[in-house]
């Protein structure tokens, strides 16, 4: 089993920053990669960004790119997600999820952080 905990999330105006946290605990050993979903009221849960644990590659959805950053801390079990120029349609939960399968889904996911940007 694996333990995801998040923080990090709040509420900012519109152009503002927010960093978020996730700390895996547990069974952690072979893990392939982590990320970040968000998801706002009435629509599904989406990607947003995504970093493989032993290379460090990121990947993003499109309408972050340029404004969000994915980084992890191999020896703290961390991942980040630096947020700036934050929107109001980036309001949503976030939720941190990690997998072990590079071909998988995600396999564990953390309770999630309420991210709000006001107008």
């Known amino acids: 089993q694996v333990q995801l905990v998040e923080s990090g999330g709040g509420l900012v105006q519109a152009g503002g920053s927010l960093r978020l946290s996730c700390a895996a605990s547990?069974?952690?050993?072979?893990?392939?990669?982590m990320g970040w979903f968000r998801q706002a009221p009435g629509k599904d849960r989406a990607f947003v960004a995504g970093?493989?644990?032993?290379?460090?590659?990121?990947t993003y959805v499109h309408s972050v790119k340029d404004r969000f950053t994915i980084s992890r801390d191999n020896t703290k079990n961390t991942v980040y997600l630096q947020m700036n120029n934050l929107k109001p349609e980036d309001t949503a939960v976030y939720y941190c999820?990690?997998?072990?399968?590079?071909?998988?889904?995600?396999?564990?996911w953390g309770q999630g952080t309420q991210v709000t940007a006001s107008a």
């Open positions: 999820a990690a997998k072990f399968n590079p071909l998988g889904a995600y396999d564990y």
């Open positions: 547990g069974r952690t050993a072979n893990l392939y990669a």
């Open positions: 970093i493989t644990w032993n290379t460090g590659a990121a």
